[in-house]
């Protein structure tokens, strides 16, 4: 036996699959390469020869929450550990994570969103425990160099009772505040490794060579190649963005996307209007750029001092469209968007500097695309049904970028016109949450016949999953889990596909509605590629070679579990029944629902 052990602890298919391929990464490094997984998850790797061992477990939480239990799991008998994210890559040399821990027990490197009170609103669990927010540090927990020592099992045992005992019962299944909070609590300041150790690719700075890259995206070819550590490299998916010396677009900023999403999500549709007749009233009074920097500072965040007023005009005419469709205004929305002369992007809800910025990237893959005579892919993805995996999937394999082609939140997205306008000229998919309203439908009409291509999935699962998404982001109004799932379901998810499905049965509309079903998107997406394939070939022979796809290289997004019977589990007799008596008999035949 090795006296080091690299662990890594997940479970299902595709994480087992990545879990291979670091494993790989790390052959170099003499040490024992262990998989901790439940008994499926060993059956499928049995094969795997990159683990030198499998360690089968019984899930408790079936979730991130699970790597809190690491202590309990954790093969004895090394002297020094290096536990990895199934997402994570060895790319150099890592001696230095195990020195750091050699020294201080435990060696880790910042998140690139390292505040901890600020981690999807850790504040109120910081409070819960008596520790008062002020800024302090988070730990990304997908490496972690560390020794046994008496301290370092304390943080470790500290960590699983977090998860027990907070993360479960008070909804909130993200494992690495948590291991933070240990650590705060217990005094212990690990050994500090630079992000180089733990590149998560979102965009931050890379300064000199990247040890440990941690992402669903595979690492660059020539991610090490540079000739000086500064100006600094930023990758962002896999791609290397634009230096910051170069004059041209740079990347969106996450947390200041964050912050303008979960500004407008908190007010009312009521307030979002009365917001925008304010800053709207206040621009014709006092100017453009006045107006945006108001609304600007009640979001937390100032503006450039740099601009001039017509940048501060469409900066206020893209804000205030986002503002309209919050407030379940389309008209107005589609107006003030036209008028920011802002093209789609990948995202929803940047700041106007961000989403310009990005939307110049993406706008170039799409005219490379379209060179290639690849035709735009309309889907309309119900939430929470593997959409962004498969999407991004699809769009590695064709070679397109991804867009978002509305505004607003579900179950109420409104499709943005010249957003759309854009799309149509081809070399482009979407990850869309945009439903058969009235509005969308006339947008759609006025643009001629069109395949439209809509994934769906068993509402009750979806709602499920909505329901703790929403919860982890800080969306919970305090009602039972049971009581939240029913109300996404019956007043979101039932009638957004129900819509669809009146959309395509209606032969007034010039549309060629074709589903794509959760369970074929996340079993075979190949074979949906085949059927997109086909269905645009005649069209778009550049889509026929796709028509006969066998094989398909996973993206994952933004995907968990995908367990379309876990929301059984959390649902009661009584409202189980109301959901199946709520349920259309279109629905049910069209997803082959059961009880």
Sequence with gaps: MAIRAIVWLCWGTQFIREAAASARSAAAIDADRILITDTAGAASAANQPEFTSIVTIELVHANNLEKTRLIDVLPAGYHDYLFLDSDTRIVGDVTLGFAGAERQGIAMAPAPNYNLPEFFNFARIMKHVGIEPADQMVYNSGVIFFQLTPTVRAVLERWRDFGNDLGAKLDFPRDQPFLTLALEQLGVTPYVLSP???????????????????????????????DEAWPARRYRNGVLLPSDADPGPRPPQGMLQLTLSRFIRRHTPAEARSMAADVGAMARKRGSRHANDHLLEQIGISGSLERDEPYFAESLHYHLGLLHAYALDPQQMAEHLRLSHTMPTGEDDQLFSDHVNLSHILRA????AIERRMPPILIACLPRSASATFTHTLGRALGIPVLHLSAGQFPNYFLVPPWLDMFLEGGAITQDHFGASDFNIGVLRERGPRDIFVLARDPRAAARSQAHHLARDSMNDGAPLSLRIERQCIGNFIPWLQAWIDCARDPGLPFRIHWLLFHEVCEDPAAVLRRIGTALAGEHPAMAPFADCRTLEGVRVHFVEGDDRAWQREVDYETRERLWATITPEIKALLDLKW
């Design 196 to 226: 180089l150790y733990n590149y998560r690719g979102l965009g931050e700075y890379a300064v000199g060579h990247v040890r440990l890259w941690h992402s669903h995206f595979e690492p660059p070819a020539r991610l090490n190649i540079f």
């Design 365 to 368: 893959k799409q005219i490379d």
